[in-house]
């Protein structure tokens, strides 16, 4: 397979600025948003880092925080939607000294007892990976009330930016998302790898560039082919999104050849090929789709 990295289009930094003055002074579109109340938490996705990838609902939080304590994967720009907020950093990177869960937790209930508007925003979804689960049950086993605002997930709107289609009738019926490591920071040993490899057409991993090396071996150990394609997608929907085409057997090398760094996807399944059909980026940028047809069905797409 032609292994491929690319980078992504996006507006100048001029336009953006046009563009972020504009969302700022526009009035959200009517309709009856809810009110954050003094001592409420709202814990919201942020989308996996475009601003425009933010909802409505994360955006009429934003407008009401008093305070918003925010991830490291939370874009800097949608801080400047809460100008009249505090902006508190609690990011947790891997391998970097962080915030520890239970004192963001605590945190957040102090906040909230003070009387404040609290808006807790994560990188994609509160609940996918993300301690989301955990921090509002701390939250309402101290009496705290919250709002889940869902939010973009990476795993799914990172993809989709890549042009990877996370279903696809000829490919899949079933997608597995995993994380690539557990609480203690190894391979989750938990994971019944063969029955991923062989239940699931596709398999979306988050957080596995540090363990891709016994990842790719599992995955072939249970059967999949050296063949498998296999795409990494980093920074995905940023301005420094990279994608990276790959197979199973050659992720590794390629990884480090291309000098591919966290956060990234992976995702590991035929829908990968997909990309050489929708690559809107690099569509956008004026390149011809490499294949119209890369599942080499020979009749149009939606013939069945
Ligand atoms: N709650 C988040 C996931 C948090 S776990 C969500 O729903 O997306 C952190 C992992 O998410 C990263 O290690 C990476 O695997 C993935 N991730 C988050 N943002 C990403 C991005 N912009 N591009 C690629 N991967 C991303």
Redesign the pocket.
């Known amino acids: 397979m032609r292994k491929c990295v690319s980078f992504a289009i996006f507006p100048s930094a001029a336009q953006r600025c046009n563009i972020a003055r504009m969302t700022t002074q526009a009035p959200l579109p009517d309709h009856n948003w809810p009110v954050m109340e003094p001592g409420w938490v709202w814990l919201c996705?942020a989308g996996?880092?475009d601003p425009g990838l933010l909802t409505l609902h994360a955006l009429n939080a934003l407008r009401q925080a008093d305070v918003v304590i925010y991830d490291a994967?939370v874009q800097q720009d949608i801080l400047q939607w809460a100008p009249q907020a505090d902006h508190v950093y609690a990011g947790k990177r891997g391998g970097k000294p962080s915030a520890k869960q239970r004192d963001i937790s605590l945190r957040l209930v102090d906040l909230a007892r003070e009387g404040k508007r609290v808006l807790r925003l994560?990188?994609?979804?509160?609940f996918?990976?993300?301690r989301g689960g955990e921090e509002a049950q701390t939250l309402v086993q101290h009496g705290i009330q919250v709002r889940i605002i869902p939010?973009i997930?990476?795993?799914i709107g990172?993809l989709a930016y890549a042009g990877i289609p996370v279903t696809h009738r000829d490919v899949n019926q079933s997608v597995t998302f995993v994380t690539g490591h557990d609480q203690s920071g190894n391979t989750p040993g938990s994971l019944d790898w063969a029955s991923i490899s062989k239940g699931s057409q596709v398999i979306v991993i988050?957080?596995?560039m540090k363990h891709i090396a016994q990842i790719a071996a599992k995955l072939m150990e249970a059967g999949r082919s050296i063949h498998e394609p296999v795409a990494v997608?980093?920074?995905?929907?940023?301005d420094e999104q990279r994608a990276l085409e790959t197979t199973l057997g050659s992720i590794v090398e390629d990884i480090d050849a291309a000098g591919m760094e966290?956060?990234?996807?992976i995702c590991v399944g035929k829908s990968v090929l997909m990309r050489q059909a929708l690559d809107w980026q690099a569509q956008a940028a004026g390149e011809a789709p490499r294949n119209l047809d890369p599942l080499d069905r020979g009749r149009p797409a939606e013939s069945a």
Not at 262 to 265: F, K
């Open positions: 996705g996996p880092g994967l994560k990188g994609g979804d509160p996918v990976f993300g939010g997930s990476a795993g990172g988050y957080m596995g997608v980093s920074t995905a929907t940023t966290p956060p990234a996807i």
